[in-house]
């Protein structure tokens, strides 16, 4: 019998169990997915995959759970520079005397290496797309970039001067400069960014919002983050940073709203009502004890959220493994309930929640036919990930990131065995180490 002639494909990712989404009910309990140009084409049981497939490249799973690649949906991943710099100080302390004082002298090059410091943290620990929001964007893009990852970024915009830019209309026009040059490109997208409203004044924010607007790009601001901010800008504008906001028309689908800790019920039901989206940072929150966000309220109603770390300086790892399982046991013990926040809502808020948040759902977040190869494989072979009853339980509560072996972006392989295949992580460690002594001298008293 003369055989079969087998479609080509670029990869195939087989032997062993895909949990496309994140209910236990979809797993495939030995499957395997084919990929052309950068595009899942064919997912299923092994032997039907193997059978109709052929490719270049095999990616032997070893019985590692093969599963969505997680998704960070809020960064400032050049931040990484000043993990453990300072901690366990009251928010404007930390702020005045440490981070201020070191940013004030950054520039882009420590921007470039923070990031692929970030980058490989992430890339580590199973993130494949983050969001986010720093200054010398140009650079993290760059950096995303030569990482292979996924990423929405844009440049934080203020009333003041920036070190980057300069003068405010020069931020504006860097923005646009930056949407153009990333227009077309398959990993990097460019987002209009104010940093909250406490530093942006009511006609700069309509600005943002037309920019955003002319070029279909998402805006993305710090809102309701701590109960410092509520008061400040019901003392200047005389309403609640929501109403406040959508005074100024710009609670819509396209908003993204980081933290959204204080929120009174009204402004949950404006949230969903505007279709705005959320991103939820629990580690970040209880580290500078800006509070609890009312998770489950928001969910409850509809609004759409995703998980992210916030900045290193404010956590201080990029892990979204640790960031899930502190976000499950934290609405517990907030609400004395166990039953809220189960581990299947936690897991869709890191992998197709943060997609949707960041207008990304269509291609990526789930593990489908028709969608991008974001993947990652997580290595079940552990002491403490046995037995497995219920594995979306283990991604939660047991895992680490350490325990991802594979990394897949956009169908290219970023990390094998644990190896960084598109970054140089010695070189990135020792700039780092040199940077460090530079930073310290800004922040010696
Ligand atoms: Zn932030």
Redesign the pocket.
């Known amino acids: 019998m003369p055989s079969q002639k087998k479609e080509a494909a670029d990869l195939i990712v087989t032997n062993g169990p895909i949990l496309p989404a994140p209910s236990t009910s979809s797993i495939v309990p030995q499957g395997a997915l084919a990929v052309v140009d950068g595009t899942i084409v064919a997912l299923g049981p092994k032997a039907q995959i193997e059978e109709l497939y052929e490719a270049r490249k095999i990616l032997d799973a070893r019985g590692g759970l093969i599963m969505p690649g997680l998704v960070n949906g ?3 991943a050049a931040m990484t520079c000043y993990r453990g710099i300072a901690d366990d100080l009251p928010l404007m302390d930390w702020l005045n005397h440490y981070i201020f004082p070191a940013e004030s002298k950054s520039d882009g090059e420590q921007v470039y290496w923070g990031t692929l410091l970030a980058c490989a943290e992430m890339i580590r620990s199973g993130t494949t797309t983050f969001g986010d ?1 720093y200054l010398f964007e140009d650079q993290v893009a760059e950096a995303a970039s030569k990482a292979g990852m996924r990423a929405l970024v844009g440049e934080v915009l203020y009333d003041f001067p920036s070190p980057n830019y300069g003068p405010i209309e020069k931020g504006l026009a860097y923005t646009e400069t930056l949407i153009k040059r990333w227009q077309n490109d398959s990993l990097i997208s460019i987002a209009v960014e104010p940093h909250a409203l406490y530093t942006c004044s009511p006609p700069l924010l309509k600005r943002f919002r037309d920019l955003a607007d002319r070029y279909g790009v998402p805006l993305i601001i ?1 809102l309701a ?1 701590s109960k410092h901010e509520v008061e400040e800008v019901l003392k200047t504008y005389g309403k609640t940073p929501v109403r406040h906001m959508e005074s100024l028309g710009l609670l819509s689908p396209n908003l993204i709203a ?2 959204c800790v204080w929120l009174e019920e009204e402004e949950m039901d404006l949230l969903a009502l505007r279709g705005v989206k959320v991103v939820h ?1 629990p580690e ?1 929150n209880m580290k500078l004890a800006s509070g609890v966000a009312p998770i489950p309220e928001l969910l409850a109603k509809g609004v759409v959220v995703g998980l ?1 770390t ?2 290193c300086a ?1 956590n201080n790892n990029l892990d979204l493994f640790r960031e899930m399982d502190t976000c499950a046991k934290l609405h517990k013990v907030h609400r004395l309930d166990p039953t809220v926040m189960p581990s299947p809502v936690i897991l869709e808020m890191a992998t197709l929640g943060g997609a949707k948040v960041l207008g990304l759902e269509k291609e990526i977040g789930s593990l489908e036919v028709g969608k991008k190869a974001d993947v990652i494989i997580l290595d079940l072979d552990r002491p403490h990930l046995q037995p497995v009853y219920n594995v979306v339980s283990h991604l939660v509560y047991s895992a680490a990131g350490a325990d991802v072996r594979d990394v897949i972006i956009n169908g290219q392989i970023v990390m094998q065995d644990r190896r960084l295949l598109t970054l140089d992580e010695e070189t990135i460690l020792s700039k780092i180490r040199e940077l460090r002594e530079k930073i310290l001298l800004r922040v010696a008293p």
């Open positions: 809020h960064n400032h929001m710090h983050e980081c933290h940072n970040s992210g916030d900045g404010s």
